[in-house]
């Protein structure tokens, strides 16, 4: 370009000597001309890449020759450079919110003046915040539990605070990490289903020993009895008879306990393991009537046909612990019932009526908790551990079913064990083997 311009001037030089015959005017206009040249092309060029700067820079920077050429093709390959960060930063950034976002722990930034910068669902949801709407708002006109703005504002984070959910009874487990300035990570975590389980825990363990430790007292008192008084053969006989009874009362317990351990460790029963009922109400009716001693109206063993798929022991246990308790807790001369009924769908369901003690309403959705007792020394004299509808109610939930329990005080009780189609088949259907049982088929007995 600058030969361009310097041969330009030239050939002007050369045509003005001509035209006047003075040699420095021709060299003067031809330098002048060639120089003026240039500085327009570059200027050209300068302005064109400037354009290019103004612009968004979505096209190429001019491609020219030379030293625009270069410094053109030098800023736009820095531009291109710098956005690609820039968008390999955003993407980042927007992976690392996301999986913040999907952490099931609460996540608040706050600035320096409490203000909300950002916040995930499980933080919005644990304080009752609008993830949205609350942006820029001050924390502790939010969550203004008086507990958290202390906390908040002691700048003393050493120790979690435990705080009432904002949205419901739970509990929170709050952390405060500073972090750049002033600006705080607020960190809160559900521990209610935690701190339920441990109380239960800790209840459990309580009521094992007391239940343990009532019947060692009485036994360890007795051992006192027979070791330091002479009795007579009859008074010791009557003294290991009850002593005989403390024994099993704890051995019943050990077992019951054991079973709960079993339930709770043991894999889902399978599926495709089919189980007569009828053989267990057989079962089930033998120790009723030993129990009941024929101070009851049994009617024990209605005539099914049915299998259900699941562990016989523990079915076994549940039905057995519902008739079991159905003998216990009604008078002499009442009357126990155990019908089977299929339902629409082809589930079907086990009900143990009495004409008993019943149960007031406000007991019953507690029945099924570990030791829980209506009357504590009616549940003892009988044998009870407390651990029995627990037991059945496991089992069930095991078993993909429910138990249902009705009752009326000094009526009766009805308890259903409900089970789910997928569990009930006719014993004449297995005949047809599993796989057709599996296939779908309606089950009824109509
Ligand atoms: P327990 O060993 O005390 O019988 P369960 O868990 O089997 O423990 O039952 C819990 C409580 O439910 C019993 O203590 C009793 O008060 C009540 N209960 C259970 N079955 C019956 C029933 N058929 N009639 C009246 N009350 C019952």
Redesign the pocket.
Known sequence: MALGAALFGFVIGVAVRTATGIDSLGLGIGVVTGVVLMLLVDAVRGNRLLNWLRGNQQDNAPRDTGLWGELGYRVERAMRDRDRAVTRGRLELEQFLSAIEASPNGVLLLDSHEHIIWCNGAAADHFALDPQRDLQQRITNLVRAPAFVAYLQAGRYAEPLVLGNGRGPGTLSIIVREYGEGMRLVLSLDVTERLRSEAMRRDFVANVSHEIRTPLTVLSGFIETLHSLPLTAVERDRVLVLMNQQTQRMQTLVA?LLTLAQLEGSPRPAPDRWVALDNLLVRVAADAEALSAGRHRLRLKPETGVELAGIESELLSAIA??V???V???PDGGEIEVTWRLLDGGSGELT?V?T????ARE?IPR??????????S???E???????????KHVMQRHGGELM?Q?DVGK??R?RLVFAAARVRQASDSALGDEAAFGGAVLSDH
Request: proline share 0%; hydrophobic share 30%; no cysteine.
């Open positions: 019951d612990n519902l079991t308790n159905a216990r807790y009604t143990v009495d008993g003690l019943g149960i007991h029945l099924t908790e570990r030791f829980y007792r209506v009357d504590g009616r549940s003892r009988t044998g009870g551990t407390g651990l029995g509808l627990s037991i059945v329990i009752s009766g009780s308890f």
